[in-house]
């Protein structure tokens, strides 16, 4: 009996594991075994890797072969753009996060690496977007697809959609419009040392301020839509690769009847 209250006082007296344990306000850390991490980090290293260089590669191919300089795939071009960020340079700090569960990387570079992955998300979805309206005149209005969907008008698009994405992904973090309403709640609750996190807060959906909350309706939809929108974001991508794959192929035949 003696040795069991010992046990549950030394349990109760035990220090949890902190972030920064000489600082105050350090966030909270979970320590998982040196197998676990090791796994971790091989299997999202592999993903980020995968994703980084299937995007460079669908990149270099559009650029490479002028055969393939068509308003479609420059849409194709733009959202694979989007997709090599997130494979470069969004997903490995999100990796050591994940793994580590905590942000050792500092507080402006949390409100970047938080604004490019917004930014690329938004770009993404709105590429998306695009191909879908692309892809609706090319099936169900073929006589007025070359006179709609002209390369001049895709560029814009393209243009339109990367600006929204900028503005919405840096604007929303470093104006702090989404702790908008709640920010003492917010820095004495969640923000802590050694955290990064997109918090988004309902307030600032019921704001009374008209465009913070325009804004912030905007962003709330559109995250609520990247759930159902990734679904459809892998399935594209897998045809893409397919069908780079035959130009590529249907390119290489061609050349090699030329030849003989």
Not at 137 to 159: D, E, G, Q, R, W
């Amino acid at each position: 009996m003696g040795h069991k209250s010992t046990l549950n006082h030394s349990v109760i007296l035990e220090t949890p594991t902190l972030c920064y344990a000489s600082v105050t306000g350090s966030c909270l850390k979970t320590v998982y075994p040196k197998e676990v991490q090791s796994v971790l980090y091989v299997l999202f290293g592999f993903v980020s890797l995968l994703t980084f260089l299937g995007n460079l590669l669908v990149i270099i191919t559009i650029i490479h072969f002028k055969q393939l300089h068509t308003p479609t795939n420059y849409l194709v071009l733009s959202l694979a753009v989007a997709d090599l960020f997130i494979g470069g340079l969004v997903m490995p700090p999100s990796m050591i996060r994940s793994v580590e569960t905590c942000w050792y990387l500092g507080t402006l570079f949390c409100k970047i690496h938080t604004s490019l992955d917004v930014t690329m998300s938004t770009a993404s979805i709105l590429n998306l977007c695009i191909i879908s309206v692309d892809r609706y005149y090319a099936v169900c209005h073929p006589l007025l697809y070359h006179s709609k969907m002209t390369t001049n008008m895709t560029l814009f698009m393209i243009i339109v959609s990367w600006t929204l994405s900028v503005f919405v992904g840096f604007g929303m973090i470093f104006l702090e419009l989404g702790i908008l309403g709640v920010e003492d709640f917010y820095y004495n609750n969640i923000a802590c040392e050694g955290g990064c996190v997109l918090f988004l807060s309902p307030t600032c959906l019921t704001s009374e301020v008209l465009y913070p909350a325009m804004l912030c309706k905007a962003l709330y939809f559109l995250y609520m839509s990247f759930s159902i929108l990734l679904a459809y974001l892998v399935l594209t991508l897998c045809n893409v690769t397919v069908c780079l794959t035959l130009s590529i192929i249907n390119l290489i035949n061609k050349i090699d009847n030329i030849q003989n």
